[in-house]
């Protein structure tokens, strides 16, 4: 992995692991070859990645769970866009989630990106892109 300008590893998760208190998540911009897909959120805390989008009536950025192969909507408002990433944030499955539903986890997976439903779409994420978050 590349190390950009601002010294932080390229696919690395800011924020996963450093101890930032669950009342304050990281913000970053989640990218795709250079381009800024959207605002991001990271889940650096198991208390923020329990928590996720639930008890939000929608959302316009992305939630990055690291550490996360499954997740659930169980009590969500909304459907949500979910991918599955490698360890270098490399897409290796999405799917769609309606609310109430429980998801398989993904053998290859080290971490979850969250959006609302259609998100994937209008940024053109699929399968094989290689994400970044900074």
């Not at 329990?50 to 969500?76: C, D, I, N, Q, W």
């Amino acid at each position: 992995m590349a190390a950009d300008g601002a010294g932080m590893t390229k696919g690395a998760l800011p924020g996963a692991g450093d101890g930032i208190g669950p009342l304050s998540p990281p913000e970053g911009w989640l990218l795709r070859d250079g381009d800024v897909l959207a605002a991001a959120e990271v889940a650096s805390t198991p208390v923020l990645r329990a928590k996720g989008l639930l008890g939000r009536s929608g959302y316009e950025g992305a939630m990055v769970l690291p550490k996360v192969r499954a997740v659930h909507t169980f009590g969500m408002r909304f459907a949500i866009d979910v991918a599955f990433c490698d360890r270098d944030l490399v897409v290796v499955d999405t799917a769609t989630m309606r609310p109430w539903r429980i998801g398989l986890p993904r053998r290859r997976a080290r971490s979850v990106i969250e959006a609302q439903a259609g998100a994937f779409d209008r940024w053109g994420v699929r399968v094989g892109d290689h994400l970044e978050l900074r």
